[in-house]
């Protein structure tokens, strides 16, 4: 049970300092307009809901199925209302600098989520289930197409990176389990945070 509180705190400490830096790099110039409101609400409800749901992956070993049920559909949502409110040039700046692009989100969850769900399809879930294909949905409507390249490297190199770290203290490949939802949140946040540079 300590060793769970630990993880616990260790991932809030983490959302709180991704917070602090994208306040501090994204949010310099405040000017209290709701555009500015509203973007700091997404911003913590969405990156909140992505570090509980990574949490809840490492701990429990599953998606957390109605939260990211939830989210997806938000996402869906705001990406459909502002391809509808302004057509194909509806680019938005967020926090600063990350480009929020409706059309390219949408083709993104497109490609990510057809992608997964082969994956589950072919491996009869057992290299991948479903919440993982809500996942890769999510992540295409946050990022975009533009940006999976750079997500998939993230995603890929750091899970291969963890999984290596378990061999070596577990000292076993077959029957090793490693939950995936945290470096697909990870290659996320890490293209929030590269776009504010």
């Known amino acids: 049970m300590a060793k769970l509180l630990n993880w616990k705190y260790l991932f809030i400490f983490l959302y709180l300092l ?3 830096f994208v ?9 209290f307009s709701l ?5 700091i609400i997404f911003l913590i409800l969405i990156s909140g809901g992505l570090f509980y749901l990574s949490y809840y992956d490492f701990i429990k070993m599953e998606v957390h199925n109605l939260l990211s049920l939830v989210i997806m559909l938000l996402l869906l949502l705001i990406n459909i209302a502002l391809y509808r409110i302004y057509g194909l040039d509806s680019s938005t700046v967020l926090f600063g600098g990350y480009i929020f692009n409706p059309l390219s989100n949408l083709i993104g969850a497109i490609i990510l989520g057809g992608i997964f769900q082969l994956v ?16 890769a ?20 190199f750091s899970s291969l990176f963890y999984g290596l770290i378990m061999v070596r203290e577990k000292k076993k490949i077959r029957g090793l389990h490693i939950p995936f939802v945290p470096f697909m949140i990870l290659g996320v946040l890490s293209m929030f945070c590269w776009f504010l540079f």
């Open 18 to 20: 991704f917070l602090s």
């Open 120 to 135: 589950v399809l072919l491996s009869k879930e057992k290299a991948l289930g479903q919440g993982d294909v809500r996942i």
């Open 137 to 156: 949905i999510m992540v295409g409507l946050l990022i975009g197409q533009v940006n999976l390249i750079a997500w998939l490297y993230i995603t890929i």
């Open 23 to 31: 306040f501090y790099k994204g949010f310099s110039s405040f000017d």
């Open 35 to 39: 555009f500015s409101i509203l973007e």
